[in-house]
């Protein structure tokens, strides 16, 4: 249990999300997010890694302690040379 309880995040699950490149592989970066997506084990996600439009998601508080929001789940994956 934690000592100290931000209310914005309340009832919102954290999840530790690895990066990957654009191959696939991950590349040993990650970020803690706030999931509004309901993602699961394994997905593929999209991450917003920007703290004023991660807590315009959330909306909650401005100033809350919220810097990346897992805001969807990606389907399909389309690379192309260009």
């Known amino acids: 249990m934690a000592t100290i309880k931000i209310e914005s995040l309340a009832?919102?699950?954290?999840?530790?999300?690895?990066?990957?490149?654009?191959?696939?592989?991950?590349?040993?970066?990650?970020?803690?997010?706030?999931?509004v997506a309901q993602a699961g084990p394994g997905d593929i996600v999209l991450v917003l890694d920007e703290g004023n439009s991660a807590r315009q998601i959330v909306a909650r508080e401005p100033d809350g302690a919220i810097r990346a929001v897992l805001c969807g789940v990606v389907d399909e994956v389309n690379l192309q040379a260009g």
């Open 11 to 35: 009832g919102r699950p954290l999840l530790v999300v690895d990066r990957l490149a654009l191959d696939g592989t991950i590349t040993g970066d990650y970020d803690i997010c706030v999931d």
